[in-house]
Every structure is written in C-alpha cells, then in structure tokens.
C-alpha cells in the first residue's frame, strides 16, 4: 500500500494550493482518511479527515473555513483545498489512511493512522 501525496509549493498569503494524495494497493474508499502537518521544530498536528465514504468531515480549528477535506473514489484520491494561506500554515503535510472506519477520537491522533504517504513542503511568505 502506498500513499503519494503531490500539490506542494511556495505560495504568497492569501494564496490557494490543493494537495493531492494518490493511493494505491487497496482502495481507501470505507476508510477514514486525514491529513497532518509538521513545521520545523514543532510535533505533527492533525490539520483535517474525512470519514469514509465522505461521511463526516473535520477541522483542525486553525483551518477551519480555510481548507476543505475531499475526496474521488473512482481515483482513489484525497484532496486537501487550501484557501487563504498564511505563514503559518508552512509545514509538511502528510496524508493518512486508516484500514476502516475508527472512532471519532482517533481521527486526531497521528498515531492511529495505518498508512502514511511521504509528505509534500507548502511553504507560505508573508
């Protein structure tokens, strides 16, 4: 199973990206799957999920009315549509699979995620 998460980039404030995260090996499209970010010299956060089968979706709250969770079964990809950026939505962002459907807690937790694809740089100037 691999994850392969693309769409990264230098953008300027206020700026758009949207990451993409191609999946291959099994089909994600009953799995719960999340994105995260890691600045330099900071812990990896949870940013954004989507329950499988697009039931659900949920926000970090610093991104919440920012960036939208989506997703194409028939691709077996997971969009991550990033609106208004601001510096300090520079980091890593990773994308992440689970095998199934969790609990709601666990959609939070990097350490529950099965799959994990290999992060792409978004880098955001002021």
């Known amino acids: 199973v691999q994850l392969q998460a693309s769409g990264g980039g230098a953008v300027q404030a206020g700026g758009s990206l949207r990451l993409s995260c191609a999946a291959s090996g099994r089909t994600f499209d009953n799995s719960d799957m999340g994105w995260f970010r890691q600045a330099p010299g900071k812990e990896r956060e949870f940013v954004a999920a989507?329950?499988?089968?697009?039931?659900?979706?949920y926000y970090a709250d610093s991104v919440k009315g920012r960036f939208t969770i989506s997703r194409d079964n028939a691709k077996n990809t997971v969009f991550l549509q990033m609106n208004s950026l601001k510096p300090e939505d520079t980091a890593v962002y990773y994308c992440?699979?689970?095998?199934?459907?969790?609990?709601?807690?666990?959609?939070?937790?990097?350490?529950?995620?099965?799959?994990w694809g290999q992060g792409t740089q978004v880098t955001v100037s002021s």
């Open positions: 989507q329950r499988g089968h697009a039931r659900g979706t």
């Open positions: 992440a699979a689970q095998r199934g459907r969790m609990a709601l807690s666990g959609l939070y937790q990097s350490g529950t995620y099965a799959y």
